[in-house]
């Protein structure tokens, strides 16, 4: 559930892995990613909230870290794909997304699982195929170009 | 020196143009002091003119007369004076002759000769001669001359010689003629006169010019004498100036008067006056004269006297232009009098006059200076008194005209008071009639709708007029306050009593000087059940219809006498109690007020309680509209004319038998809906659907939308347009689409996606709502059984503990996992919205919006903001309501469709701008409910399904509903 924002740094040279947690709303303290970098990579695996305000805050961010930077988000659940599917800003030319959550269903168990997906794996916007443990094939279950505007969004 | 006097020549003629609003006014305008003056002027010319006319005929009649006699007195005189002349001469020669004869007997001729001449001489006749001739043969001679003094002109030789001849012709002459002659010798006339005396002749040759100088001395008449042989020579003009300065010559006088003499038939021996015309040979002209004449047979001789007509009547002609410019200064100075009497005359009229034409141009007590004491100055005094009697009837009529207009104004005012006569909310019907007794009666009756209860209330003020229709806005007022009474105060529509209570507290601001006598009921659309209440008005009737059974009696009638208090006005503290009785299909409540039963016929019989229950009866007790018609048309029909002693009102609230909703669709032909479904479910809940080709009459109209050119069409527009608040969108369009071109577009209230999971449930509620309602609240869309969990939240640090733990309340693992964060969004970025957005300060500005964001606000102890969440089996729902009613629906249509255009947040202090875009876009319905400045609610409803696919490619829906006081009129 949403709740505090954190961020765990670990600085690799020019090179700040940035993992956040908690809600990005506006009482979220961004602050406490620093400037200064060259490569930025943003985990949101456990960022469980992220409201408009949070948005603002995190394109202001942006900004702070300036054009030059490179920015990479990785473990982006459904919720920050979505809105950076619906908001303009989040992602910018310096800005990629390494991996991020999609929804499949898989029928056996008649269940929804969110598997991991590189970037790099969709192919003509089309998401990539997944297998369950018994091989058989996951239903991707999300309108393809609505979940993969982000691709075409810069 | 007057007619340089403008006003002098104006009262003479006036011209008027006829121009503005005296079009009756003559054109040419002739002025009193005129027609005086012309009057008097008229009079005295006219009397002149008859006198001049009749004194001068008589004058001249008088004058001709007198001419006339003098004319023939001169040729009298003249004639006498000859015949005295000759019987003096006769006389004398008579006496003497004889003497002479025996003188010369006697030898003393001399001496008697001496003595005939010393007689003539005594006589003072001018005989200048006298030549006695013997008619004896025997006197060879024969010829005695008597020589006597000639005048100093006259040679006596020449003068003798001329005679002699005269004598001796006479004396050779066997019958001499015995007239007389006369002969011009120079300047001198001497008439010849034969005399026989004895047996002599007496030849008298005497002047005569002395005769024409004495009858001519006037030099009035011409004189002629001339012998009866009319000889050339012995014609005898005398003074002639008068003739010569007219061109008249003697030969022009002779020519006329021997013409005359010859054409006339003059009797010789009379004597006459003519006229004569004298004819100017010269000049070719008459010469009119008046002719006096007289032959004297003795002498011969004729007389005549002759005076221009234009010499005899100089006088009278001087007379008359004596008269004539006596006249004219008579006129002139009767015209200067008759000014001045006219203008002492006319002055105070004119002065009315203009006075009056200044009352006739509006100036009201205008008056006029009164002056002397006669018929005018009364009609000025009177003429005074009658304007300002006018400026008086002015006032008056101007005060009356006021008030007439202002009851005018306050009928009209009054007019508004009273709701559209029939309302049907479907599941019951509202229809009320009111007559005026007056201008402005005292009876009102008003009807709403707050939520599922509809409230009717019908006032009798006492008395009517002015008066009562003062109480009558009281009542309105208070009742229409009662949306923002109700905001505090909800259980107000739990219990009339309470209402009227609140009227009764209304009432008693008029100090005990008006009451009223009041009936509140309220009717639960939803359950059915009527509450009244009643302030010692007339009682209500209650209507039971009976199952299958159209027939109506009168002992379907039951007067509701319960529940009754003091008049309002009359008590402070007064408590109100009510009744409540169950309202099924067909039954009705009649509302009236005592005039119905107590309106009169000519007869002075009142239509009474017997007459208005037949009337119910005989309405059928179909439906409200027809039951009020047929009650007032019976009433009129009773009245037959007569005029209405007090007002009449009568209201019908009906439960009604069948809830019908009459509905129209434009469908496309891709688009297709199970209208007999929809039907079904509606009629579950009450309601028939009836089909309709009319849009006008339809209720609801389902416009389908399968693609832009749906939108697009002409005629698509032009539905969209007109009846876009009856209209419920089916649309199988992206939301994008419906949000910009549809929903933003046209006024439309109501958006269903086509793909809705329980989309004829969804259909069908949403007009149940919006004809029963009520409409607040997730537990009407969750149903009764439903879990709700609610929190209110008094400050930002509240938000995001509150939803998290509202949601750890219920299952949703059965639903697509991002479900959750759905909620979680939503619910964080609504209460945002209502923490921040909506408060507002007293003069209406936003209270918080201009905050950071960050700042741990805590919201003030009036300022509620209250989530709710529940789920049943199709739906997660979530509402979020604060208490200030200021999101409207535009602003949040503007809110997504800014967020379509540019999905960006806002710079600033303030909000993102994005929270109602992200609802709208991660809910399957979004739900917006409003109470103008009271309350506004959001409620989110998620379709609970396993697959997110699916879950996203549903249309979302966005439903519009608007509360508060719903006066007829309004459907939601």
Same mark, same amino acid.
């Given at each position: 559930?949403?709740?505090?924002?954190?961020?765990?740094?670990?600085?690799?040279?020019?090179?700040?892995?940035?993992?956040?947690?908690?809600?990005?709303?506006?009482?979220?303290?961004?602050?406490?990613?620093?400037?200064?970098?060259?490569?930025?990579?943003?985990?949101?695996?456990?960022?469980?909230?992220?409201?408009?305000?949070?948005?603002?805050?995190?394109?202001?961010?942006?900004?702070?870290?300036?054009?030059?930077?490179?920015?990479?988000?990785?473990?982006?659940?459904?919720?920050?794909?979505?809105?950076?599917?619906?908001?303009?800003?989040?992602?910018? #030319?310096?800005?990629?997304?390494?991996?991020?959550?999609?929804?499949? &269903? $898989?029928?056996?168990? @008649? *269940?929804?699982?969110?598997? +991991?997906?590189?970037?790099?794996?969709?192919?003509?916007?089309?998401? #990539?195929?997944?297998?369950?443990?018994?091989?058989?094939?996951?239903? &991707? $279950?999300?309108?393809? @170009? *609505?979940?993969?505007?982000? +691709?075409?969004?810069? | 020196?007057?007619?340089?006097?403008?006003?002098?020549?104006?009262?003479?003629?006036?011209?008027?143009?006829?121009?503005?609003?005296?079009?009756?006014?003559?054109?040419?305008?002739?002025?009193?002091?005129?027609?005086?003056?012309?009057?008097?002027?008229?009079?005295?010319?006219?009397?002149?003119?008859?006198?001049?006319?009749?004194?001068?005929?008589?004058?001249?009649?008088?004058?001709?007369?007198?001419?006339?006699?003098?004319?023939?007195?001169?040729?009298?005189?003249?004639?006498?004076?000859?015949?005295?002349?000759?019987?003096?001469?006769?006389?004398?020669?008579?006496?003497?002759?004889?003497?002479?004869?025996?003188?010369?007997?006697?030898?003393?001729?001399?001496?008697?000769?001496?003595?005939?001449?010393?007689?003539?001489?005594?006589?003072?006749?001018?005989?200048?001669?006298?030549?006695?001739?013997?008619?004896?043969?025997?006197?060879?001679?024969?010829?005695?001359?008597?020589?006597?003094?000639?005048?100093?002109?006259?040679?006596?030789?020449?003068?003798?010689?001329?005679?002699?001849?005269?004598?001796?012709?006479?004396?050779?002459?066997?019958?001499?003629?015995?007239?007389?002659?006369?002969?011009?010798?120079?300047?001198?006339?001497?008439?010849?006169?034969?005399?026989?005396?004895?047996?002599?002749?007496?030849?008298?040759?005497?002047?005569?010019?002395?005769?024409?100088?004495?009858?001519?001395?006037?030099?009035?008449?011409?004189?002629?004498?001339?012998?009866?042989?009319?000889?050339?020579?012995?014609?005898?003009?005398?003074?002639?100036?008068?003739?010569?300065?007219?061109?008249?010559?003697?030969?022009?006088?002779?020519?006329?008067?021997?013409?005359?003499?010859?054409?006339?038939?003059?009797?010789?021996?009379?004597?006459?006056?003519?006229?004569?015309?004298?004819?100017?040979?010269?000049?070719?002209?008459?010469?009119?004269?008046?002719?006096?004449?007289?032959?004297?047979?003795?002498?011969?001789?004729?007389?005549?006297?002759?005076?221009?007509?234009?010499?005899?009547?100089?006088?009278?002609?001087?007379?008359?232009?004596?008269?004539?410019?006596?006249?004219?200064?008579?006129?002139?100075?009767?015209?200067?009098?008759?000014?001045?009497?006219?203008?002492?005359?006319?002055?105070?009229?004119?002065?009315?006059?203009?006075?009056?034409?200044?009352?006739?141009?509006?100036?009201?007590?205008?008056?006029?200076?009164?002056?002397?004491?006669?018929?005018?100055?009364?009609?000025?005094?009177?003429?005074?008194?009658?304007?300002?009697?006018?400026?008086?009837?002015?006032?008056?009529?101007?005060?009356?005209?006021?008030?007439?207009?202002?009851?005018?104004?306050?009928?009209?005012?009054?007019?508004?008071?009273?709701?559209?006569?029939?309302?049907?909310?479907?599941?019951?019907?509202?229809?009320?009639?009111?007559?005026?007794?007056?201008?402005?009666?005292?009876?009102?009756?008003?009807?709403?709708?707050?939520?599922?209860?509809?409230?009717?209330?019908?006032?009798?003020?006492?008395?009517?007029?002015?008066?009562?229709?003062?109480?009558?806005?009281?009542?309105?007022?208070?009742?229409?306050?009662?949306?923002?009474?109700?905001?505090?105060?909800?259980?107000?529509?739990?219990?009339?009593?309470?209402?009227?209570?609140?009227?009764?507290?209304?009432?008693?601001?008029?100090?005990?000087?008006?009451?009223?006598?009041?009936?509140?009921?309220?009717?639960?659309?939803?359950?059915?059940?009527?509450?009244?209440?009643?302030?010692?008005?007339?009682?209500?009737?209650?209507?039971?219809?009976?199952?299958?059974?159209?027939?109506?009696?009168?002992?379907?009638?039951?007067?509701?006498?319960?529940?009754?208090?003091?008049?309002?006005?009359?008590?402070?503290?007064?408590?109100?109690?009510?009744?409540?009785?169950?309202?099924?299909?067909?039954?009705?409540?009649?509302?009236?007020?005592?005039?119905?039963?107590?309106?009169?016929?000519?007869?002075?019989?009142?239509?009474?309680?017997?007459?208005?229950?037949?009337?119910?009866?005989?309405?059928?007790?179909?439906?409200?509209?027809?039951?009020?018609?047929?009650?007032?048309?019976?009433?009129?029909?009773?009245?037959?004319?007569?005029?209405?002693?007090?007002?009449?009102?009568?209201?019908?609230?009906?439960?009604?038998?069948?809830?019908?909703?009459?509905?129209?669709?434009?469908?496309?032909?891709?688009?297709?809906?199970?209208?007999?479904?929809?039907?079904?479910?509606?009629?579950?809940?009450?309601?028939?659907?009836?089909?309709?080709?009319?849009?006008?009459?339809?209720?609801?109209?389902?416009?389908?939308?399968?693609?832009?050119?749906?939108?697009?069409?002409?005629?698509?527009?032009?539905?969209?347009?007109?009846?876009?608040?009856?209209?419920?969108?089916?649309?199988?369009?992206?939301?994008?689409?419906?949000?910009?071109?549809?929903?933003?577009?046209?006024?439309?209230?109501?958006?269903?996606?086509?793909?809705?999971?329980?989309?004829?449930?969804?259909?069908?509620?949403?007009?149940?709502?919006?004809?029963?309602?009520?409409?607040?609240?997730?537990?009407?869309?969750?149903?009764?059984?439903?879990?709700?969990?609610?929190?209110?939240?008094?400050?930002?640090?509240?938000?995001?503990?509150?939803?998290?733990?509202?949601?750890?309340?219920?299952?949703?693992?059965?639903?697509?996992?991002?479900?959750?964060?759905?909620?979680?969004?939503?619910?964080?970025?609504?209460?945002?919205?209502?923490?921040?957005?909506?408060?507002?300060?007293?003069?209406?500005?936003?209270?918080?919006?201009?905050?950071?964001?960050?700042?741990?606000?805590?919201?003030?102890?009036?300022?509620?903001?209250?989530?709710?969440?529940?789920?049943?089996?199709?739906?997660?729902?979530?509402?979020?309501?604060?208490?200030?009613?200021?999101?409207?629906?535009?602003?949040?249509?503007?809110?997504?469709?800014?967020?379509?255009?540019?999905?960006?947040?806002?710079?600033?202090?303030?909000?993102?701008?994005?929270?109602?875009?992200?609802?709208?876009?991660?809910?399957?319905?979004?739900?917006?409910?409003?109470?103008?400045?009271?309350?506004?609610?959001?409620?989110?409803?998620?379709?609970?399904?396993?697959?997110?696919?699916?879950?996203?490619?549903?249309?979302?829906?966005?439903?519009?509903?608007?509360?508060?006081?719903?006066?007829?009129?309004?459907?939601?």
């Amino acid at each position: 559930m949403a709740g505090n924002f954190q961020v765990k740094s670990q600085i690799e040279g020019k090179k700040i892995n940035a993992e956040l947690s908690g809600a990005i709303n506006e009482d979220a303290s961004l602050e406490q990613i620093p400037s200064g970098f060259e490569q930025y990579v943003f985990d949101f695996n456990n960022v469980n909230l992220i409201n408009s305000c949070g948005i603002r805050d995190w394109i202001g961010l942006l900004d702070r870290l300036g054009s030059n930077v490179k920015i990479t988000y990785k473990r982006c659940p459904q919720i920050i794909i979505e809105q950076i599917n619906m908001v303009k800003g989040f992602i910018r #030319p310096n800005t990629s997304i390494e991996n991020f959550y999609a929804p499949y &269903f $898989d029928p056996e168990p @008649d *269940q929804e699982i969110k598997v +991991l997906i590189k970037t790099s794996d969709i192919q003509n916007g089309k998401a #990539p195929a997944m297998k369950n443990g018994k091989g058989e094939p996951l239903e &991707f $279950d999300a309108i393809e @170009d *609505q979940y993969f505007f982000f +691709l075409k969004n810069k | 020196m007057i007619f340089r006097n403008q006003s002098f020549l104006n009262l003479w003629w006036k011209l008027e143009l006829m121009s503005g609003p005296r079009t009756n006014q003559p054109k040419f305008i002739f002025p009193l002091k005129g027609k005086i003056i012309l009057l008097f002027s008229t009079i005295f010319i006219l009397g002149i003119f008859i006198y001049v006319f009749y004194a001068v005929n008589l004058f001249k009649e008088d004058k001709t007369a007198f001419i006339y006699d003098a004319t023939l007195a001169k040729v009298e005189s003249i004639n006498d004076s000859l015949s005295f002349q000759k019987n003096q001469i006769e006389t004398i020669l008579n006496a003497y002759l004889n003497n002479l004869d025996e003188s010369r007997v006697a030898k003393n001729y001399g001496e008697s000769q001496k003595q005939l001449k010393q007689a003539i001489l005594r006589s003072k006749l001018p005989i200048y001669e006298i030549s006695i001739i013997s008619k004896s043969s025997s006197d060879p001679k024969g010829l005695e001359l008597l020589e006597l003094a000639l005048p100093p002109s006259i040679g006596r030789d020449h003068f003798r010689h001329f005679f002699s001849q005269q004598d001796l012709e006479f004396k050779s002459s066997s019958s001499p003629k015995m007239y007389s002659d006369i002969f011009q010798f120079d300047n001198e006339k001497v008439l010849q006169l034969p005399l026989n005396i004895g047996s002599k002749i007496a030849m008298v040759r005497m002047g005569i010019s002395g005769l024409f100088k004495t009858f001519e001395r006037q030099q009035s008449h011409l004189i002629i004498l001339f012998p009866s042989d009319k000889k050339e020579q012995n014609f005898m003009f005398g003074q002639r100036e008068i003739f010569a300065l007219n061109k008249i010559k003697e030969s022009d006088i002779r020519a006329s008067i021997w013409d005359f003499l010859a054409r006339s038939n003059t009797n010789a021996a009379s004597t006459t006056v003519t006229n004569l015309n004298l004819t100017s040979k010269e000049l070719n002209k008459n010469f009119p004269v008046l002719m006096g004449m007289k032959f004297n047979q003795e002498l011969n001789l004729w007389i005549l006297a002759l005076v221009p007509e234009s010499h005899a009547f100089k006088a009278t002609r001087f007379l008359i232009n004596r008269s004539v410019y006596l006249g004219g200064i008579l006129i002139s100075l009767t015209v200067f009098l008759g000014v001045l009497f006219a203008r002492g005359l006319t002055r105070p009229l004119e002065s009315l006059a203009r006075t009056a034409s200044q009352l006739a141009l509006g100036k009201f007590g205008i008056v006029a200076p009164v002056s002397g004491r006669d018929e005018i100055s009364e009609l000025t005094v009177t003429f005074n008194q009658m304007s300002q009697d006018i400026a008086h009837y002015i006032g008056e009529m101007k005060e009356k005209n006021r008030l007439e207009s202002e009851m005018a104004v306050a009928q009209l005012v009054q007019s508004t008071f009273f709701p559209s006569t029939e309302k049907n909310f479907g599941i019951a019907s509202v229809s009320g009639k009111y007559l005026s007794a007056s201008e402005c009666g005292g009876d009102w009756w008003g009807s709403l709708r707050f939520g599922n209860k509809i409230v009717v209330v019908i006032c009798d003020a006492t008395g009517h007029g002015v008066g009562a229709a003062l109480m009558t806005a009281t009542a309105f007022c208070a009742v229409r306050n009662l949306e923002s009474v109700i905001k505090d105060r909800p259980h107000f529509l739990d219990h009339p009593g309470h209402i009227m209570q609140y009227l009764n507290y209304a009432a008693l601001g008029m100090q005990g000087k008006m009451l009223m006598t009041s009936v509140v009921g309220i009717y639960n659309l939803e359950t059915g059940l009527f509450k009244y209440s009643n302030a010692s008005h007339c009682p209500p009737l209650l209507f039971k219809a009976k199952l299958n059974n159209d027939e109506v009696a009168k002992d379907q009638f039951i007067p509701l006498m319960e529940a009754n208090g003091h008049r309002l006005g009359h008590k402070e503290q007064e408590l109100y109690d009510s009744q409540e009785m169950l309202l099924e299909k067909g039954d009705a409540i009649l509302f009236h007020s005592d005039g119905v039963v107590e309106v009169q016929n000519p007869e002075g019989k009142p239509f009474g309680q017997r007459r208005f229950i037949k009337s119910l009866i005989d309405s059928k007790m179909n439906d409200a509209k027809s039951i009020v018609d047929t009650v007032f048309n019976d009433i009129t029909a009773f009245q037959n004319g007569q005029h209405a002693n007090d007002d009449i009102t009568t209201v019908v609230l009906q439960r009604n038998k069948i809830c019908t909703i009459k509905y129209a669709f434009y469908f496309p032909d891709a688009l297709t809906c199970d209208w007999q479904m929809l039907t079904q479910i509606l009629a579950s809940k009450g309601i028939q659907l009836e089909k309709t080709e009319n849009l006008d009459s339809a209720q609801v109209i389902f416009f389908g939308l399968n693609s832009e050119e749906d939108i697009s069409s002409e005629s698509s527009q032009s539905l969209l347009n007109s009846y876009s608040q009856k209209v419920y969108v089916i649309s199988s369009l992206s939301s994008d689409i419906n949000i910009r071109k549809v929903l933003t577009k046209f006024n439309v209230s109501h958006l269903t996606g086509v793909n809705a999971p329980n989309f004829y449930d969804e259909v069908a509620d949403q007009i149940y709502r919006g004809l029963v309602g009520p409409i607040w609240g997730i537990e009407t869309y969750l149903g009764q059984n439903a879990k709700v969990e609610i929190r209110e939240i008094d400050a930002v640090s509240e938000i995001i503990p509150s939803v998290n733990q509202l949601i750890e309340q219920f299952d949703l693992s059965e639903t697509f996992s991002t479900l959750k964060d759905y909620l979680s969004t939503v619910s964080v970025e609504l209460l945002s919205n209502a923490v921040f957005d909506a408060a507002r300060d007293p003069s209406g500005a936003l209270k918080y919006y201009q905050l950071e964001k960050r700042k741990d606000l805590v919201l003030q102890g009036h300022e509620k903001v209250r989530i709710a969440m529940g789920k049943n089996n199709n739906v997660v729902a979530l509402s979020v309501t604060d208490n200030f009613g200021g999101l409207t629906k535009e602003m949040l249509l503007k809110g997504i469709e800014r967020c379509l255009d540019n999905p960006t947040p806002k710079s600033g202090d303030g909000g993102a701008g994005m929270g109602l875009y992200f609802a709208f876009s991660m809910s399957s319905a979004l739900i917006l409910n409003v109470w103008d400045v009271n309350k506004t609610e959001v409620i989110a409803l998620f379709d609970l399904q396993k697959r997110q696919k699916i879950y996203k490619e549903r249309v979302s829906s966005l439903h519009f509903f608007r509360e508060g006081i719903l006066w007829p009129g309004t459907f939601r």
